[in-house]
């Protein structure tokens, strides 16, 4: 996968998309479209960037917001895996995750339910929708990371971040 590519979706999935992430860094729509295009190569993304944009779609709970840094890692044969995850994940403590996000699933499910019951949807309704939304997939995120631990990996070294 090419890291551009990684962090143009990312940049996508980020609420308004590149004038959202664009107006949330202080930059042009236009630059920031630029910067992240594997066909303009008058315009470079710095790594301060690139965190900066990782930072953001984590900030906005965007789904699976480190995708690009996974991508980076994954460029020079490398893992990203969160720290306390991983080699020292535990059976047990996948199969709770695998709880926990089938209860945040159904939580959204339930949210849905209860907000059309009489018809229409309010906006708090939507907010609760929405946020229930947010929820499952963060935990969807965190036991596809936590699951990807356990798998061998021949010749894959494990980044950690520093505490």
Partial sequence: MNILDTIRRTVMAYPGSYAGMAASMGKSTNILRNK???TNGDHHLY????????QHAVDANVPDAIAPLRAL???FGFQLVREGEGTGA?????????????QHSAGLGMAVINSVA?????????????EARRL??????????MARGFVAQPNVTTLR???
């Fill in 36 to 38: 992240v295009s594997r």
């Fill in 136 to 145: 499952a997939t963060r935990t969807a995120v965190e036991l596809e990371e």
């Fill in 47 to 54: 790594v301060s960037e690139l965190m900066e944009i990782v």
């Fill in 90 to 102: 535990s059976d047990l403590s996948l199969a709770e995750k695998l709880i926990q996000t089938t």
């Fill in 118 to 130: 009489d018809g229409e949807i309010t906006p708090e309704e939507m907010e609760r929708i929405t």
């Fill in 73 to 75: 890692a994954a460029e």
């Fill in 161 to 163: 971040r520093a505490s």
